[in-house]
């Protein structure tokens, strides 16, 4: 790993958005072809476990053809109607009762095919990530629109956000925090306090999980790099996720930063009774 010994020179750019901004139309478009993708090879699948059988099923019953048919029909009329609700509801990026727990189902099982599809189809892994963050946090702040603004949320930071000659423990308790500005802890810390939230520093999955049972938030607001958020989104499904890429000016895990502007923005859209919040 390359460190940078000048902390003052400017950072290097990085090849995607240093934060997960609302979904944009070629994010959409990327998971919507990636879904739309699946659907047509997954139909094929079914297509061809019907179709190759098909004359060793007639040996055995005249009628189990025809019973295999109607079975193949309509596990293919409930996956291709599953995915095209999904992506129906990626496109117009609004929130409905039935869509969750379909999402739920989606981000455990679905993500890792669309990376995969992703790959075979041209895009990189990060690309496909950074698509479906981005579309999560759309529907997740339509569901905080939708009549349903969380009563507890957790901002749960990553521990590279600590400026790395700090010697405090903060991982147990954020609050050790010396205040001493030299990282983006201080300014979460105000965050938190402002719009009365929990905030915890994690250093890894197991932690974040038990961090996680004990504050028992209705959101979370999270923030770490690509491979670290998707995980995490997926071990907390059905709990919403909103993800925030972090900044990394000096390469992985090593004093990563975070656009508090956009941590706040996202505060003030899911808590109500805050200026800026928005209704539609």
Known sequence: MTHVENPTEPPPKEAFPLFSEPAAGSE?????SLVALFGIIATAVLILLYVVPFYGFSRISVHLPLIMAILTALVGAVLLGSLGLLAAVFAL???????????????????PILV????LAGFRR???????VAVNNELVLAQCRNGSP??????????????????????????????CGKCSIKDLLGLAEKYGVHIAVATGGT???????????DLIIAVACERDLTSGIQDTTPLPVYGIFNQRPFGPCLNTQVALDRVESVLREVLPGFPGRSEN
């Not at 959409?28 to 919507?32: E, L, S």
């Not at 990060?126 to 479906?132: G, I, L, M």
């Open 28 to 32: 959409k478009r990327i998971v919507i």
């Open 93 to 111: 990026g609004r929130d409905v009762s039935f869509s969750r727990k379909l999402r739920s189902v989606a981000i455990k099982l679905l993500l």
């Open 116 to 119: 995969g599809l992703g790959r």
């Open 126 to 132: 990060e690309q496909v990530q950074h698509a479906f």
């Open 150 to 179: 969380p009563r507890s949320v957790l901002l749960l930071m990553p521990h590279c956000l600590q400026d790395k000659d700090c010697l405090v423990k903060i991982t147990h308790r954020v609050e050790n925090c010396k205040r």
């Open 207 to 217: 932690i974040a999980r038990r961090i996680v049972i004990e504050t028992r938030p």
